[in-house]
């Protein structure tokens, strides 16, 4: 069955790749806070930018030649951010634009492809480990009860975050071509999952490529935000086309407006972990 695409409104959905000059002083301001990056995305939408969802990631693979990526509901205008923050001057496609309906269109129950995702894997929980001091001081009765949101740290819970929810995300991820685990470390010999019967013993397909995180000014006065972002890469096999259509065009997970939950398809290139490039 033809995944709907209702969930794209009356919009058509676009998939824009745009080259970023690391260089330039507006490409450093963005660069450093996600606030700046999101901003640009939204100036970019004609019409409705502030009502409009947007999804967005940056990928630094080469530092030096970073592109940020972004699916937008109607088609964007992208020469303000080359004018900014790119290269207007030098040869080359500067930006591209491409209709994300026939890739849509297209998904079928068993299809595999490359995929990327950056996003923000985290857990709710009333008591932390580690509060903050905001955290320590809220001791009223209905701050108790009030779940905090904080994000998991460490690669191994990371990684198993992801792979215990493929299946609600519409896809899963296929076991490895090979033994190499991701970074060097499996989720399945955490404690926590041994007991986790949605996983089984054979290492997936699926890298974790770049961590970090990242503290920035929210600038109204209010506490800095605090982001644990983990990109993964690697290989998916489309079990309900209709979900995966509504994590394509809404994300995953939180942190959207800071570059989290654009997840991105490709054709397979080769039978290995971290199969292909899905950079969009």
């Known amino acids: 069955m033809t995944p709907s695409l209702s969930s794209a409104g009356k919009h058509m959905p676009y ?41 967005w990631r940056l990928d630094a693979d080469d530092p030096r ?39 849509l269109r297209r998904l079928r ?11 923000n894997p985290v857990q709710n929980t009333r008591t932390p480990d580690k509060p903050t001091e905001r955290q320590a001081q809220d001791d009223t009765v ?3 009860r009030r779940s905090y949101r904080l994000g998991h740290r460490t690669a191994a819970m990371q990684l198993r975050w992801f792979l215990t929810r493929t299946l609600k995300w519409g896809f899963d991820v296929p076991e490895a071509f090979t033994a190499e685990p991701a970074v060097d470390i499996d989720p399945h010999t955490t404690p926590e999952a041994e007991t986790d019967s949605s996983l089984d013993q054979a290492p997936r397909d699926v890298r974790i490529i770049a961590r970090e995180r990242r503290s920035f000014s929210k600038r109204d006065g209010k506490p800095p935000v605090v982001l644990s972002t983990v990109t993964f890469q690697g290989r998916l096999r489309v079990t309900d086309p209709e979900l995966l259509t509504e994590r394509l065009l809404a994300g995953i997970g939180p942190g959207k407006a800071y570059g989290c939950g654009l997840l991105t398809l490709a054709p397979l290139t080769k039978p290995s972990t971290g199969t292909g490039d899905a950079r969009g």
């Open 15 to 55: 998939l824009s790749r745009i080259r970023i000059n690391p260089l330039r002083k507006a490409s450093r301001r963005m660069l450093a806070n996600p606030r700046d990056l999101h901003a640009a995305v939204v100036n970019a939408i004609p019409d409705h930018p502030t009502t409009e969802r947007s999804l």
């Open 65 to 103: 030649r970073p592109h940020l990526v972004v699916l937008t509901q109607s088609r964007p205008d992208w020469n303000h951010l080359v004018e900014q923050a790119g290269w207007p001057e030098a040869d080359g496609e500067h930006f591209v634009i491409a209709d994300y309906n026939p890739l």
């Open 109 to 119: 129950a068993g299809q595999e492809f490359a995929f990327r995702l950056t996003a």
């Open 142 to 144: 209905t701050a108790r």
